[in-house]
């Protein structure tokens, strides 16, 4: 039952956030961070997540927080759409283990596609290098 357990800042992305742990930043500001998703579904996945600590899901972030964060998650979306140019673009986060969610700080996944391609598996996919990833990032930063 992990949907409403205590938020546990050793998660991987309180690590990122934290600086403990690397990740390919596309945008960062005082309510939000954007990285290069390291098990893509598909070129471009990019993760949105809040700096406030303890929401470990959608539904535990506090009210006040939302509007500014669900603001970032936007402007990245549009960020990877103008730096990418895909096709089509889904924005989707998962609530609780049950619902698919592997890493317990909240995120919104931005996964853009194109026309007849279909996204890999959800964290199921191969691990990308920095390296691979930074060519992606800098077209989104572009796009900001
Ligand atoms: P979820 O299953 O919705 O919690 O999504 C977690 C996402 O984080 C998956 O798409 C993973 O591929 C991704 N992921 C896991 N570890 C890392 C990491 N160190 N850096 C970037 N993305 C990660």
Do not use: C
Request: proline share 7%; hydrophobic share 45%.
């Amino acid at each position: 039952m992990t949907l409403h357990a205590p938020y546990d800042p050793a998660n991987i992305f309180g690590k990122i956030l934290r600086g403990e742990m690397p990740s390919v930043k596309v945008f960062e500001d005082e309510v939000a961070l954007a990285f290069m998703d390291v098990f893509p579904q598909g070129e471009g996945h990019t993760l949105v997540i809040p700096k406030f600590l303890g929401a470990r899901n959608f539904l535990d972030l506090p009210e006040a927080e939302v509007g500014g964060y669900m603001l970032r998650v936007q402007k990245v979306a549009r960020a990877v759409e103008a730096g990418l140019k895909p096709d089509g673009l889904r924005v989707f986060q998962f609530n609780g283990s049950a619902a698919g969610q592997t890493v317990f700080h909240l995120h919104f996944h931005i996964l853009p596609m194109w026309d007849g391609v279909k996204p890999g598996a959800h964290a199921g996919g191969g691990m990308k290098s920095a390296a691979e990833l930074e060519p992606l990032a800098a077209r989104i930063r572009a796009g900001l």
